[in-house]
């Protein structure tokens, strides 16, 4: 005989875990890690720095999209295919200057989530529950292409001139430049930001990535996992502060103020932008490479940022003694951005038209798990259930 019984769903206890999820995994991953307590990170089997150091930005995408680093005729193949993918839909350009007229003040990145949105409905992206995995890896590389291409476009509009047009010939860092600037930027300085580019495509779950994966989980498009993403980084704890760690060298201003100005914020308890990490306990290895690089530039600001590193480095191991801070990311980023000429504006949509190639990796792999990410909270409120009180 069937059995007709109702089926209970076991119940679920709660697990307490530390403030802001540190150190909880949530899901497995192949797209890489970061290994805090050695100061190492990797996209897939290969590091990070060392894929910066060595690669060009279109294929440690590939990587991350496809699994495998591209030989050289996968790789332009690769490079070609995304490079056709740059232009923008006629409605989503007529849109732009709207845009950035609204978003003003809070600039390209605000406006990068509503130009989002309409890309994606302008390309009819579909839920990715809806699609198999061929159309979400489309999706992700129309997208991914794009990004630039807005960020650049609504800066200039912002600044009342005209968007450029973006370059098929020129590779992804060269026309992110180009289309800033409108002019072809100079070899060097294109390969820096590169760098800057390929070495924070991806790391680990943070904040912004997270994100990108909790929009996934609900089976939502592309797009709107995106979206959630850039407004997760747009946050100064995040992704906000590779101009605001510039600014700190700006206030500090000369060699003679940097310890009384470094004392004061440390005994106050201010946080020193770019300085510490949430996941390293010891030198940023990204930092590592950024600072390599602007030295390579060398000049006033390149000697002034090494100064002021040594001095907070120096300052906090005698006043918070067994506390370690190092420089992180965002420090010599700040550094390296403005030797290449981008405005501080520019600094965060910057790291963003690097991040998105990997929130869009996150999202393909956050697609192939059919379940949702849904956690708890622990009520502190008022006891209930109360009585309501009668309206008077």
Same mark, same amino acid.
């Given at each position: 005989?069937?059995?007709?019984?109702?089926?209970?769903?076991?119940?679920?206890?709660?697990?307490?875990?530390?403030?802001? +999820?540190?150190?909880?995994?949530?899901? @497995?991953?192949?797209?890489?890690?970061?290994?805090?307590?050695?100061?190492?990170?990797?996209?897939?089997?290969?590091?990070?720095?060392?894929? !910066?150091?060595?690669?060009?930005?279109?294929?440690?995408?590939?990587?991350?999209?496809?699994?495998?680093?591209?030989?050289?005729?996968?790789?332009?193949?690769?490079?070609?295919?995304?490079?056709?993918?740059?232009?923008?839909? @006629?409605?989503?350009?007529?849109? +732009?200057?709207? %845009?950035?007229?609204?978003?003003?003040?809070?600039? $390209?990145?605000?406006?990068?989530?509503?130009?989002?949105?309409?890309?994606?409905?302008?390309? &009819?992206?579909?839920?990715?529950? #809806?699609?198999?995995? =061929?159309?979400?890896?489309? #999706?992700?590389?129309?997208?991914?292409?794009? =990004?630039?291409?807005?960020?650049?476009?609504?800066?200039?509009?912002?600044?009342?001139?005209?968007?450029?047009?973006?370059?098929?010939?020129?590779?992804?860092?060269?026309?992110?430049?180009?289309?800033?600037?409108?002019?072809?930027? #100079?070899? !060097?300085?294109?390969?820096?930001?590169?760098?800057?580019? %390929?070495?924070?495509?991806?790391?680990?779950?943070?904040?912004?990535?997270?994100?990108?994966? =909790?929009?996934?989980?609900? &089976?939502?498009?592309?797009?709107?996992?995106?979206?959630?993403?850039?407004?997760?980084?747009?946050?100064?704890?995040?992704?906000?502060? $590779?101009?605001?760690?510039?600014?700190?060298? #700006?206030?500090?201003?000369?060699?003679?103020?940097?310890?009384?100005?470094?004392?004061?914020?440390? +005994?106050?308890?201010?946080?020193?932008?770019?300085? &510490?990490?949430?996941?390293?306990?010891?030198?940023?290895?990204?930092?590592?490479?950024?600072?390599?690089?602007?030295?390579?530039?060398?000049?006033?600001?390149?000697?002034?940022?090494?100064?002021?590193?040594?001095?907070? /480095?120096?300052?906090?191991?005698?006043?918070?003694?067994?506390?370690?801070?190092?420089?992180?990311?965002?420090?010599? *980023?700040?550094?390296?951005?403005?030797?290449?000429?981008?405005?501080? /504006?520019?600094?965060?949509?910057?790291? *963003?038209?690097?991040?998105?190639?990997?929130?869009?990796?996150?999202?393909? /792999?956050?697609? /192939?798990? $059919?379940?949702?990410?849904?956690?708890?909270?622990?009520?502190?409120?008022?006891?209930?259930?109360?009585?309501?009180?009668?309206?008077?």
């Amino acid at each position: 005989m069937p059995n007709n019984r109702a089926v209970t769903a076991p119940s679920i206890t709660p697990v307490d875990v530390p403030r802001g +999820l540190s150190g909880v995994v949530v899901t @497995d991953t192949a797209l890489g890690d970061v290994r805090g307590r050695e100061g190492f990170y990797h996209y897939r089997q290969y590091s990070a720095v060392e894929l !910066a150091q060595t690669r060009g930005f279109e294929d440690v995408w590939h990587l991350l999209v496809h699994g495998e680093l591209p030989d050289a005729a996968r790789g332009a193949a690769f490079a070609a295919r995304t490079a056709a993918l740059r232009g923008l839909p @006629d409605e989503v350009r007529a849109a +732009l200057p709207a %845009i950035a007229a609204a978003t003003g003040p809070s600039g $390209p990145l605000a406006g990068l989530r509503t130009a989002l949105s309409l890309l994606g409905a302008s390309l &009819g992206f579909r839920p990715v529950y #809806d699609i198999d995995v =061929v159309r979400r890896r489309a #999706d992700t590389l129309a997208a991914c292409a794009a =990004v630039p291409t807005l960020l650049t476009a609504l800066y200039r509009l912002g600044q009342g001139l005209e968007p450029v047009e973006p370059r098929e010939d020129l590779p992804y860092a060269a026309n992110y430049l180009y289309m800033l600037t409108g002019s072809e930027p #100079d070899p !060097a300085r294109a390969r820096a930001v590169e760098q800057y580019l %390929i070495s924070t495509i991806d790391h680990g779950f943070n904040a912004s990535t997270f994100t990108a994966r =909790v929009i996934t989980s609900t &089976g939502a498009d592309v797009a709107a996992c995106l979206v959630g993403a850039v407004g997760a980084l747009s946050g100064p704890l995040h992704g906000g502060a $590779p101009s605001r760690a510039l600014d700190t060298l #700006d206030a500090i201003g000369t060699s003679a103020r940097i310890d009384p100005w470094i004392r004061e914020r440390v +005994l106050a308890g201010d946080r020193i932008m770019g300085f &510490g990490h949430a996941v390293y306990r010891t030198e940023d290895p990204r930092s590592r490479m950024l600072h390599g690089i602007a030295q390579q530039f060398g000049g006033p600001l390149v000697d002034f940022a090494v100064e002021v590193e040594h001095q907070v /480095e120096a300052i906090l191991a005698e006043l918070k003694p067994g506390r370690e801070l190092h420089t992180n990311v965002e420090f010599y *980023a700040g550094v390296v951005m403005e030797l290449c000429g981008l405005p501080r /504006e520019m600094f965060t949509p910057t790291f *963003a038209a690097g991040r998105v190639v990997g929130w869009s990796a996150n999202i393909l /792999e956050q697609a /192939e798990d $059919p379940k949702i990410i849904r956690p708890a909270a622990r009520y502190v409120g008022k006891p209930a259930p109360a009585p309501v009180p009668v309206a008077s």
